[in-house]
C-alpha cells in the first residue's frame, strides 16, 4: 500500500514538557487510522504537528515522499478537524464554501460542491441559515462538510463526535466511512471513544502518556494486543 | 417673566430656526459634520491598519506603541489644542502652514484625538476574535493574507463600533477645537440671531458662545441639532454591537 505520510523519530516537547516521544507512524492512503489514547496522551498535538501547526522538536516528517519544505501546498491537500468547530459568523454556505474561495475556485463549481458536502452530511437546504445559529450536531456536521468539499487527499478528525448526542455521533461516524469509500480520502481520527475505534478503523495506533505503544490492524489490537498497557486501555481498565 | 415661560419661549424659538432651516445654524451644523466626518474618516484609515499591524505582527517598540494609543485615549482635548496652536501660530515651529484658525487644523486637533480610539477599540475587536476560528483559515488552505481579510469579516462589527465610537467623540468635543479653530463666524453673527456664516465656528463651539451671549434659543437650537446627531450616531452603535 502506498504511504502519504512517514513519520520518524518524532517528538514534541513545549519548553521543558515533553508531550510525544519517538512516534513512528505510517499512514497509508486510503485508510481510516485510529489514534486512540486518554485525554492529555497528546493526540491533538499529533494531528497539529500534522498540519504544521506545531514545529516537532525532533524527528522527520515526510509527506508523499517529499521533506516538508513549502507547508501551505502540503497544507492545502488536508484538512484538519477540530473538536469544537469554530464557525465563520457567515451564512453556512459561506463556511462551507471557504476552502473553495481560497483557492479561487469558479462560482458555478463552489455551488456546485457546496450542494454536494451538504448532502453528504445531510445539511441540505441550510445554505442561507446564519451557521452561528446551527445546533451543537449541524454545525459539527457543517464544519465536516467545509474539511470536505475541496476533497482533501487527508482529513484530519480530533476528537470528531467528543461533545454529540448518539443520533449526530452515527451520522458523523456513518459520514466518515462514506467519505473514504466515496472519494478514498485518507483519515486519522484521534479519539478516546473505543466502541467507535471497532465501528470505523481500519488500523489503530495507542497513545499513551505521548508513546505510540502500539500500532496494528483494528483486528489484531482488539484480538490480540502485544502489549499490556494497550490490552487494559482497550477493555477500559485502564483508570483515566 | 417666569422661569418655566423662559424656558419655553427658548425651546418654540429653537425649533423655528431649526425648522426654517436658518443659514446660520445650517452653516454650522455642516463644519461640524464636514469636520468631524473627515477627522474620522482620515483616523480610520490609518487606525484600522494599525490595530491590525499591532494584532498580528511581532516587532521593537509594538508594546510601547500600544502604551501611546490606550494614553492617546484618554487625551485631554484642552491639551491637544493647546499643543497644536503652539505648533501652529505663526510664530510657532510649523506657523508657515498658515494653518492656524482654519476647519484643516479642526481636523487635524480632531484626527490626533480619535485616531488613538478607533485603533484602540478595534484592536480590542480584532483580538476578541477567537484563535480557532483564525487557525481554520489555515487548516482549510487560507494564507495569512485570507487570515486578516476573514479577522476583518470577523471583527466588522466591533470595527464599525469603534469609528463611530471615534465620531462620536469628535462631534460632541469642544476643547481643542476651539483652540486651533477659533470659533469663527462671517460677518453678522455677533449682533443678532440668524446672521452671518460659519468658518470655524462648530455646534460645540457656537453652544459655548451663543450661551455666554445669552442668545439662549440659537444655543438650544444648536443643543437639539447636536444631541440628535450623536444620538443618532449611539444608536448606530448600539445596533451594530448587537448584530454582534
Ligand atoms: N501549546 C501548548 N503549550 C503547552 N503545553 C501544551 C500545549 N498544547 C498541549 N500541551 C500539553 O500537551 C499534552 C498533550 O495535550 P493534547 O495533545 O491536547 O492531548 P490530547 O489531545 O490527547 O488530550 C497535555 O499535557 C497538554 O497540556
Ligand atoms: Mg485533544
Redesign the interface.
Known amino acids: 500500500m502506498d504511504e502519504l505520510f512517514r513519520i520518524k523519530d518524532l517528538c514534541m516537547a513545549f519548553g521543558e514538557k515533553g508531550v510525544l516521544e519517538n512516534i513512528d507512524l505510517t499512514i497509508r492512503r486510503g485508510e481510516i487510522l485510529a489514534i486512540i489514547g486518554p485525554s492529555g496522551s497528546g493526540k491533538t498535538t499529533l494531528l497539529r504537528i500534522l498540519?504544521f501547526?506545531e514545529k516537532p522538536t525532533c524527528g522527520s516528517l515526510k509527506f508523499d515522499g517529499m521533506d516538508i519544505g513549502e507547508i501551505?501546498d502540503i497544507?492545502?491537500r488536508m484538512?484538519?478537524?477540530?473538536q469544537?468547530p469554530?464557525?465563520?459568523?457567515?451564512s453556512v454556505f459561506d463556511n462551507v464554501a471557504?476552502?473553495l474561495k481560497?483557492?479561487g475556485i469558479d462560482k458555478k463549481t463552489i455551488g456546485k460542491k457546496v450542494g454536494d458536502a451538504l448532502s453528504i452530511v445531510g445539511l441540505s437546504g441550510l445554505e442561507k441559515q446564519k451557521a452561528r445559529t446551527l445546533s451543537g450536531g449541524e454545525a459539527q456536521r457543517m464544519a465536516f462538510a467545509?474539511?470536505i468539499v475541496?476533497d482533501p487527499e487527508i482529513l484530519l478528525l480530533d476528537e470528531p463526535t467528543a461533545s454529540l448526542d448518539p443520533a449526530n455521533v452515527a451520522k458523523i461516524e456513518e459520514i466518515i466511512r462514506r467519505v473514504r469509500d466515496e472519494r478514498g480520502t485518507t483519515i486519522i481520527i484521534a479519539t478516546h471513544n473505543i466502541p467507535q475505534v471497532r465501528r470505523i478503523a481500519d488500523r489503530v495506533g495507542i497513545l499513551l502518556d505521548g508513546v505510540l505503544i502500539e500500532v496494528n490492524d483494528k483486528e489484531k489490537i482488539f484480538t490480540a494486543p502485544q502489549d499490556a498497557r494497550s490490552a487494559a486501555f482497550i477493555k477500559g481498565e485502564m483508570v483515566y | 417673566m417666569s422661569s418655566a415661560d423662559f424656558l419655553f419661549q427658548g425651546i418654540t424659538k429653537a425649533f423655528e430656526l431649526i425648522v426654517s432651516l436658518n443659514p446660520y445654524i445650517l452653516s454650522i451644523t455642516g463644519v461640524s459634520i464636514k469636520v468631524s466626518g473627515t477627522a474620522t474618516i482620515l483616523a480610520t484609515l490609518t487606525a484600522i491598519p494599525l490595530a491590525f499591524i499591532l494584532a498580528f505582527l511581532h516587532f521593537r517598540g509594538k508594546q510601547a506603541l500600544i502604551a501611546l494609543v490606550n494614553t492617546g485615549m484618554g487625551l485631554p482635548p484642552v491639551f491637544v489644542g493647546l499643543f497644536l496652536w503652539t505648533m501652529l501660530v505663526p510664530a510657532g515651529p510649523m506657523g508657515f502652514l498658515r494653518m492656524i484658525f482654519t476647519q484643516e487644523a479642526m481636523i487635524v486637533a480632531q484626527y490626533i484625538l480619535i485616531t488613538p480610539i478607533i485603533t484602540g477599540v478595534s484592536l480590542a475587536a480584532i483580538k476578541a476574535v477567537?484563535k480557532?476560528?483564525i487557525?481554520?483559515?489555515?487548516?482549510?488552505?487560507?494564507?495569512q493574507k485570507?487570515a486578516v481579510i476573514?479577522t476583518l469579516?470577523?471583527a466588522r462589527f466591533g470595527i464599525i463600533t469603534a469609528i463611530l465610537a471615534g465620531l462620536g467623540r469628535a462631534l460632541a468635543e469642544v476643547g481643542a477645537i476651539l483652540i486651533v479653530g477659533g470659533n469663527i463666524a462671517r460677518t453678522g453673527s455677533i449682533g443678532g440671531i440668524g446672521e452671518g456664516l460659519s468658518e470655524t465656528r462648530t455646534l460645540t463651539t457656537a453652544i459655548t458662545s451663543e450661551t455666554s451671549k445669552a442668545e439662549i434659543s440659537t444655543a438650544i437650537a444648536l443643543g437639539i441639532i447636536l444631541i440628535s446627531l450623536v444620538l443618532t450616531v449611539n444608536i448606530l452603535a448600539n445596533f451594530f454591537q448587537r448584530r454582534d
Open positions: 498540519n501547526f501551505n497544507r492545502r484538512s484538519l478537524l477540530f469544537t469554530a464557525i465563520f459568523n457567515a471557504y476552502g481560497v483557492r467545509r474539511a475541496y | 477567537p480557532p476560528v487557525e481554520t483559515v489555515y487548516t482549510l488552505g487560507g494564507d485570507d476573514t469579516k470577523e
